[in-house]
T-cell receptor
Framework: AQTVTQSQPEMSVQEAETVTLSCTYDTSESDYYLFWYKQPPSRQMILVIRQEAYKQQNATENRFSVNFQKAAKSFSLKISDSQLGDAAMYFC?????????????FGTGTRLKVLA | ETGVTQTPRHLVMGMTNKKSLKCEQH?????MYWYKQSAKKPLELMFV???????ENNSVPSRFSPECPNSSHLFLHLHTLQPEDSALYLC?????????????FGPGTRLTVL
């Protein structure tokens, strides 16, 4: 069975600094998708970044980038130039690539605090 | 309204009550999901509907009953709940068949069972 592990329940970063959130997953599939979602306090969860397993190039969205290590089954999220609005729970998620697959596997989340 | 909306945002109910949670998506998606979010636990997928047909049902107790009358609306009917059912219930939608099939979430309903 697939699993997603986020080993850091909580992280802190100074404003304007860089922070990396860890995510590892376990799967025997070769075709899958990985996602990072952000859930600010009392606000809805939004997609931050996504990666297709077949793409070797790491995804980037503005200040957010990933380090995708397929062999190591690692999918870490790097936030550069951290801002107060980045404070949130961050969830890593996995989905099999097979057509008709709806099930996402989520990690337990990492709470990110941004210090002014 | 835009995105995915959920009502009510907060709900307090007794163990003998019957209530319903409502979700509406304004994104033209064809799949909708119910999740349960409890502290320090991964999101638990409860139900998935694709093209108004239930395609996933993850061993959810029968006191939770989903309904999907059309591709834009999803309900979760609740009856005889237990205190351990208190959680944030999230609705999501996606476009099944799209490359990433990424999910878009609603704000959730905070449910408290007394």
């Amino acid at each position: 069975a697939q699993t997603v592990t986020q080993s850091q329940p909580e992280m802190s970063v100074q404003e304007a600094e860089t922070v990396t959130l860890s995510c590892t997953y376990d799967t025997s599939e070769s075709d899958y998708y990985l996602f990072w979602y952000k859930q600010p306090p009392s606000r809805q969860m939004i997609l931050v970044i996504r990666q297709e397993a077949y793409k070797q190039q790491n995804a980037t969205e503005n200040r957010f980038s990933v380090n995708f290590q397929k062999a190591a089954k690692s999918f870490s999220l790097k936030i550069s130039d951290s801002q107060l609005g980045d404070a949130a729970m961050y969830f890593c998620a996995y989905r099999r690539g097979a057509s008709g697959t709806y099930k996402y596997i989520f990690g337990t989340g990492t709470r990110l605090k941004v210090l002014a | 309204e835009t995105g995915v909306t959920q009502t009510p945002r907060h709900l307090v109910m007794g163990m003998t009550n019957k209530k319903s949670l409502k979700c509406e998506q304004h994104l033209g998606h064809n799949a909708m999901y119910w999740y349960k979010q409890s502290a320090k636990k991964p999101l638990e997928l409860m139900f998935v509907y694709s093209l108004e047909e239930r395609v996933e049902n993850n061993s959810v107790p029968s006191r939770f009953s989903p309904e999907c009358p059309n591709s834009s609306h999803l309900f979760l009917h609740l009856h005889t709940l237990q205190p351990e059912d208190s959680a944030l219930y999230l609705c999501a939608s996606s476009q099944a068949g799209a490359v990433y099939n990424e999910q878009f979430f609603g704000p959730g309903t905070r449910l408290t069972v007394l």
